[in-house]
């Protein structure tokens, strides 16, 4: 709210609601009204208590949730007073189907206070279709904008409803098609617009927020590098200028800064300077290794770091893509290290393509395996990798309950993956003649199948979990959960300094 707003809250009558021109309610009550005003303490200003109605809308049974607002007294800067509940602001509305989201600015000590919080888009709608029973009662209702949101695409406080910061530049593009849009969101469909409503989904959305961050990510590596390169320059060349050679800042620091194109052109003057620099660093490694020990440690650590960065920017650029069962049988080949992350124990790749049976003379009934490893000890693994848009669970709940059924897919796959498991062992006397078996014995055959993306609906995620649970022989492992131990990794190798705006992986 702006300062001359806040003035003429101050002069108006006593008998009078004020309506802010920058938010669609924000009230003042006079001492001529039957309201009697209480005084708040700055405390208490920033924890708003919520009141809930409910309502028939369009034929449809629904509930509205509002918001409790301050403002400050005109005599006493530090006294601050509430309207009374019937002109609290409206924050949300819940259906059955959708979520109605109407996000302001929600701390009464900045100037924006009550104004919208994503411009010109006054109103958020996310179609869910749930069909859950309304909330009694605020906090309630609270809890259930919380469970029904998909998850990090909006905030999680309570207090300020709305979609996350990474996604402030998406809002601000949207909101100048059209003079006063409405921003839907929705599980499945193309994006449009519909009159002055622009429809997107959920799945582009989510893109979106992990293009940010991965935008995010590097500009904070690039401005990390170019730090450490001044030091370097200023300081470790001058300390002992017969070890360390000057390195062009130009040349390390203005590709992590630059646009985040993976594939990004690089000048013949950058790429001799970057080849120069290796060349000296390899030159100074017995010198590092024998005076500076922990240098070489924490280069070989950044270096690991980088590769590890490289590799899950490539995976989800991957999960962007409708690629088929082939191509990621090929990522996992070239990349083992993200497959070993299933197992607890160390494994080796026995063979890719192996054949549990041998096919008959016309051709058929051979059972053939993505990937055999052998574990530490005498172990085998076998590991069958569909897609990530493989459906993990029925799109219907059987019987009208909450409950879904796994897919055709996925129960296919666990039990193509148990064929094999059944033929290995059965076939065993003519497979430990070769030998990369030798030093393995089929009594404990693990079996891993790599498939969707976990469920964003609530129900549908509780019952693949139930059932991926029940699966004591077969381990289920979604794409998003290998991407995620990822990114833990990652932030279990950076420095302390970085870990704390790293995302959160799960």
């Known amino acids: 709210m702006s300062p001359h707003s806040c003035d003429s809250l101050a002069r108006i009558t006593k008998d009078d609601y004020y309506l802010s021109k920058h938010s669609p309610k924000a009230y003042l009550v006079s001492e001529n009204s039957q309201h009697t005003a209480e005084v708040y303490s700055s405390e208490d200003v920033l924890t708003p208590r919520y009141r809930l109605t409910r309502k028939v809308e369009a034929g449809v049974d629904c509930c509205d949730l509002f918001m409790q607002t301050f403002m400050r007294s005109a005599d ?3 006294v601050w007073t509430s309207p009374p509940e ?3 602001l409206r924050v949300a509305t819940i259906r059955p189907d959708r979520l109605l989201l109407f996000p302001v600015h929600v701390n009464p000590y900045a100037q924006r206070y ?3 919080r994503h411009g010109r888009i006054r109103t958020l709608v996310y179609i869910d279709d749930a069909q859950t029973g309304l ?12 469970r029904r949101l998909p998850w990090k695409l909006f905030t999680d406080s309570e207090h300020e409803l709305g979609l996350t910061k990474e996604l402030d530049d998406v809002w601000r593009l949207l909101g100048s098609l059209r003079p006063s849009p409405t921003l839907v969101i929705t599980k499945i469909g193309e994006p449009r617009m519909n009159g002055d409503e622009i429809v997107v989904n959920e799945s582009d959305l989510d893109a979106l927020r992990r293009a940010m961050n991965r935008i995010d990510r590097r500009k904070r590596d690039g401005v990390r590098m170019a730090k450490r390169t001044v030091v370097f320059n ?4 001058k300390l002992e200028p017969d070890r360390y050679i000057r390195a062009d800042a130009t040349s390390l620091a203005a590709p992590a800064l630059s646009a985040p194109a993976r594939h990004r052109r690089v000048s013949p003057l950058q790429r001799h300077a970057g080849r120069a620099s290796v060349a000296a660093v390899r030159a100074n490694l017995p010198m590092l290794a024998s005076d500076s020990p922990a240098v070489l440690l924490e280069l070989r650590a950044e270096i690991e770091r980088v590769s590890l960065t490289e590799m899950i920017a ?3 650029e991957l999960l962007a893509q409708e690629l088929p069962e082939s191509r990621w049988q090929a990522f996992f080949e070239a990349n083992l290290f993200v497959l070993s992350l299933v197992f607890a124990r160390p494994i080796c790749l ?5 054949q549990a049976q041998v096919s008959s003379l016309d051709g058929t009934g051979a059972q053939v395996g993505d990937f055999l490893f052998r574990e530490l000890g005498q172990g085998l693994a076998i590991v069958e990798i569909k897609k990530p848009g493989t459906e993990l669970t029925r799109g219907r709940p059987y019987r009208n309950t909450q409950v879904y059924a ?4 996925l129960s296919g796959a666990i039990t193509q993956t148990l064929f094999q498991q059944s033929h290995l062992r059965s076939n065993w006397l003519l497979h430990r003649g070769q030998p990369v078996l030798s030093q393995s014995m089929p009594d404990a055959i693990k079996c891993v199948v790599v498939a969707g993306r976990m469920p964003t609906d609530e129900a549908q995620r509780r019952s693949f979990e139930v059932f991926r649970n029940a699966c004591k022989d077969v381990e289920v492992v979604t794409f998003d959960e290998l991407l995620g131990k990822l990114r833990l990794l990652l932030k279990h190798l950076s420095p302390p300094s970085s870990q704390a705006t790293s995302e959160v992986p799960f």
């Open 135 to 146: 909330p009694d009662d605020a906090d309630a209702a609270l809890e259930q904008i919380s």
């Open 314 to 316: 490539r995976y989800e």
């Open 234 to 237: 200023e300081l470790l060349t």
């Open 76 to 78: 006493d800067s530090s």
């Open 86 to 88: 019937d002109a609290w």
């Open 406 to 409: 796994p897919s055709d897919e």
């Open 114 to 116: 009550l104004s919208p």
């Open 350 to 354: 026995l063979q890719s393509q192996f």
